[in-house]
């Protein structure tokens, strides 16, 4: 699920990070579902069992949040109107809350994977 990211790579380097901060705040404010009072984690397509099983995992509230946000959203999406300015989504609450849990998934999937692949091997008993 999870793409390789450069995001440790420019955060390490000062004027990498003085240069792509500001264009990315730019980008997700060109995207425009923060217009629609959506976050970041909401775009994450539900196809796939890893995302499914982070959602079942959310807390309720967290939950209730999201249905929310995407009803809205879509409602707002079939009337051709934004959100007013006091409703969208400020980039300080744009935050990841499901991201960390499909990585936690997807660690957990790994360990299992290499687990059920492990060859145990008898110590050979030796004469004495």
Same mark, same amino acid.
């Given at each position: 699920m999870s793409a390789?990211? @450069?995001?440790?790579?420019?955060?390490?380097r000062p004027y990498l990070k003085r240069w792509m901060i500001?264009?990315?705040?730019?980008?997700?404010d060109l995207a425009g579902y923060r217009k @629609?009072? @959506?976050r970041a984690d909401d775009l994450i397509p539900e196809e796939n069992k890893t995302?499914? @099983?982070?959602?079942?995992?959310?807390?309720p509230n967290e939950a209730y949040d999201r249905v929310f946000r995407l009803?809205?959203?879509? =409602?707002?999406?079939?009337?051709? =109107?934004?959100?007013?300015?006091e409703e969208q989504t400020?980039? +300080? +609450? %744009?935050?990841?809350y499901l991201s960390p849990i499909i990585r936690e998934i997807e660690a957990?999937?790994? +360990?299992?994977? %290499?687990? %059920?692949?492990?060859?145990?091997k008898k110590k050979a008993?030796?004469?004495t």
């Open positions: 390789p990211s @450069l995001a440790n790579f420019v955060m390490k500001p264009l990315s705040e730019w980008y997700a @629609l009072g @959506l995302v499914l @099983l982070a959602l079942k995992r959310l807390p009803r809205r959203a879509f =409602q707002c999406s079939l009337s051709h =109107q934004l959100l007013p300015k400020k980039p +300080e +609450e %744009d935050y990841e957990e999937n790994k +360990e299992r994977g %290499d687990l %059920d692949a492990m060859i145990v008993k030796s004469p």
